[in-house]
């Protein structure tokens, strides 16, 4: 398992927009990714089945499997972690790496407490996701993430070109990775 000091930089999370090019981009990265299997949109036998299918590519690559279910899931299904809103990853589980999600103070504040591994911070920038949503900005996620007690993750709307923009190393994409 991976210890927060060899975290990759860089994150995949899987989604029915990309599920038809996930093979071909795990494949394809030239160093180890966190990838974070959600695929919500299947049926529980199809979504296992298919979970099975990426987890097996993906460490075949060298990355990190982190499933967005429960700690009881990620356990039978050997995921590496888990991933979520932080008060679902309460009770802390130090056998699985924890990705806890933020979109505000208040739930960096719950991922501190928690002791989670690492925090997703969203959305920085506009996102297909969530079409006129609301979004940090780099000013307000600078401020946010300088809360965090861990290492923070950029989420919503990134690419190449907006990691850029955010000067943020360590960032995770739906659609600008696929």
Not at 118 to 145: D, E, W, Y
Not at 166 to 176: F, H, M, P, R, S
């Amino acid at each position: 398992m991976a210890t927060i000091h060899s975290l990759p930089r860089l994150w995949l999370l899987s989604d029915e927009r990309n599920d038809t090019v996930l093979e071909a981009r795990l494949a394809g990265f030239r160093e180890p990714v966190g990838f974070v299997y959600r695929h919500y949109h299947l049926a529980p036998a199809e979504r296992v089945a298919r979970y099975f299918e990426l987890a097996h590519l993906a460490r075949s690559r060298g990355h990190l499997v982190i499933l967005s279910d429960s700690a009881l899931t990620a356990r039978e299904w050997g995921a590496d972690g888990i991933y979520g809103a932080p008060l679902s990853l309460y009770p802390r589980r130090r056998d699985l790496i924890q990705v806890a999600t933020a979109h505000d103070m208040r739930e960096i504040a719950q991922a501190n407490r928690i002791g989670a591994d690492a925090v997703m911070l969203s959305p920085v920038f506009p996102t297909r996701s969530h079409p006129g949503a609301p979004v940090l900005g780099t000013a307000r996620f600078r401020t946010l993430a300088s809360h965090a007690q861990m290492p923070v993750i950029a989420l919503g709307g990134m690419t190449v070109a907006n990691a850029a923009r955010l000067g943020w190393g360590t960032w995770a994409a739906i659609d600008g990775l696929s």
